[in-house]
């Protein structure tokens, strides 16, 4: 049986206009500079690639696998037509090349907290068109004029997804010959499951809404919503979205009530944006809890937004619980409406 692989896709995409071929071009430059990212991450020394090294643009700490990372990434667009990157890594805009008709929002590593643990971590990336003069401000855009979004997990395998506005497709690397091989074409996000992710840990920091929408799925089959959940937190946003493009849920990571978080902590550019771009082409939703991510005006490089994507069914519900919360927020599952000590 034949198979598709990603060089198909992208001749295919190469044949419709120019800016769809450089768009092309861009794509297998920064996949196979994936490859060669897998194979670093593969040979990387515990305590050694994973060594803080500063502080990144956006406040967070910095790894040396982070900016080994941004500099192959940012070598393999050197001869595309890319006039600039944008990087989590980077305060400012890179240049690339004078005149390029695209620009690149990237993570060059997400979830390097994972490293020394095998856990998987990822590239994100988002191309959008370079518009009349500064690039900073065709960075800037809404995720509306994203021409193509994607993430590479590097895990037990190394994985794509995928999006040119076509529907979301998964690929597979073959090790042995190097190619992207697809496995799942136009992925259709399952509209009901059984999963939830956010980093419980944060709880006590949450506000009333989302610990009661939590609270509801804890309590499980005792409480409102009269079936069982599972959570899982793997703190690593690919591996979180690879999960839920194949078998639904929701991911969540709101504002909360610590220093720093009110306005939450998903880049907007280089991070929500990409991921809303795939979970919608696969017919699920992504919003900072009322507003569609891909709707949100960015007013710099390194914003941060809250983020909940999914089934659209359960994004909807998160909503329906910040605008209209329900009138017992209970502290604990404890002490729902059919909790333990119901009577």
Not at 23 to 31: E, F, G, K, Q
Not at 87 to 113: C, H, Y
Not at 196 to 211: E, F, G, K, L, M
Not at 276 to 291: K, M
Request: with cysteine; aromatic share 6%.
């Amino acid at each position: 049986m034949a198979t598709t692989t990603l060089d198909d896709h992208l001749s295919a995409l190469r044949q419709v206009d120019s800016l769809h071929g450089a768009v092309a071009d861009v794509l297998a430059s920064l996949t196979t500079c994936g490859v060669a990212v897998a194979s670093l991450i593969a040979r990387s020394a515990p305590g050694v690639d994973s060594a803080v090294v500063g502080d990144n643009a956006s406040g967070d700490t910095q790894k040396a696998l982070d900016v080994q990372a941004e500099l192959l990434f940012v070598e393999a667009l050197a001869g595309s037509d890319v006039a600039a990157v944008c990087s989590e890594e980077t305060e400012l805009a890179i240049p690339v090349n004078a005149g390029g008709r695209l620009v690149v929002a990237l993570d060059p590593i997400d979830g390097s907290s994972n490293i020394d643990t095998n856990a998987p971590i990822g590239t994100i990336f988002s191309i959008l068109p370079m518009l009349d003069g500064d690039a900073t401000d065709s960075l800037l855009q809404t995720g509306r004029a994203q021409l193509a979004a994607g993430f590479i997990v590097y895990g037990p395998r190394t994985v794509l997804a995928l999006t040119w506005g076509e529907g979301t497709f998964l690929y597979c690397l073959d090790p042995v010959t190097g190619a992207f091989v697809q496995t799942h074409a136009k992925v259709a996000l399952p509209i009901e499951a059984q999963e939830y992710a956010i980093n419980a840990s944060n709880a006590r920091h949450w506000t009333p809404s989302i610990r009661a929408y939590v609270n509801h799925l804890v309590s499980g089959s005792t409480g409102p919503r009269d079936r069982d959940f599972n959570m899982r937190w793997i703190a690593s946003l690919v591996a979180e979205t690879y999960r839920i493009l194949l078998r639904g849920g929701i991911y969540l990571y709101p504002a909360d009530q610590r220093e720093g978080y009110g306005a939450g902590r998903i880049r907007l550019v280089y991070e929500a944006n990409p991921i809303a771009f795939l979970c919608e082409q696969a017919g699920g939703e992504a919003t900072n809890g009322i507003t569609a991510i891909m709707d949100m005006e960015p007013t710099s490089l390194h914003q941060r937004v809250p983020f909940i994507f999914g089934s659209t069914s359960k994004v909807a519900r998160v909503r329906r619980y910040l605008l209209d919360p329900p009138a017992n927020q209970e502290e604990s599952p404890l002490f729902s409406q059919r909790g333990l000590f119901r009577t």
